[in-house]
């Protein structure tokens, strides 16, 4: 599997994730996002059901769009309050680089319909709204919604992966671009590119529930960011 980079997530040995129990909600922040996340949950598998290729394009598409609003919205706080970031700009990009690493990857494997594109620009323009507003009313429930989204992620993944192993999608060679982002081997295949991914959306999933937590035992009362805590 993939040597470590510094701008994502090491990737877990072959079949295994890093462990991680799901975070029971705490407060009437964390009940809204879980059934926020819930919702979209149903919408995805009334629309893909098990056509994981496809369900990939669309969502990652969405995935990458709360980092970028979460570092944008902190820089424009660290430049009014001409404070350091601590961190979090570079942490949020880099999620938002690497779902979009994502995407080019899973365009490699599935072509979306003309129907699946219409639903990429509806669902990314209402999303990237909503999330904006929300990441200005609460930041720790934006970042409570995104490690929600990111177990919802790694469910998926592992689906996916248990369809591919059983036979029932076939096993094609990685796509270059994959085996280049991950230092895969020559032979890699399309499981190793799904294993590779869900330990993307696992290191995710702790990184925001980290940051959620942070700010749950210390909300911004005009106070510098702090810095990511993922292990929180």
Known sequence: MPTARPDRPEAAAPGQVEAAPHHAPQGLSDRFALAVTKVLRFGADLLFAKRYGHRAIVLETVAAVPGMVGATITHLTCLRRMVDDDGWIRTLMDEA??????????????????????????????????????????????????GYFEEEAVLSYSLYLAEIESGRVPNCPAPAIARRYWDLADDA???????????????????????????????????????PDPGA
Request: no cysteine.
């Open 189 to 227: 295949t399309l499981a190793d590119v799904v294993r590779a991914v869900r330990s993307d959306e696992a290191g995710h999933r702790d990184v925001n529930h980290g940051l959620a937590n942070k700010l749950a035992r210390d909300p911004l009362t005009g106070t510098r960011p702090g810095r």
């Open 97 to 146: 680089e690497n779902e979009r690493m994502h995407l080019m990857t899973f365009i490699e494997l599935a072509r979306p319909t003309a129907f699946e594109r219409l639903v990429v620009l509806l669902a990314q323009g209402s999303f990237y709204i909503g999330y904006f507003l929300l990441y200005l009313v609460s930041r720790r429930t934006a970042h409570r919604l995104v």
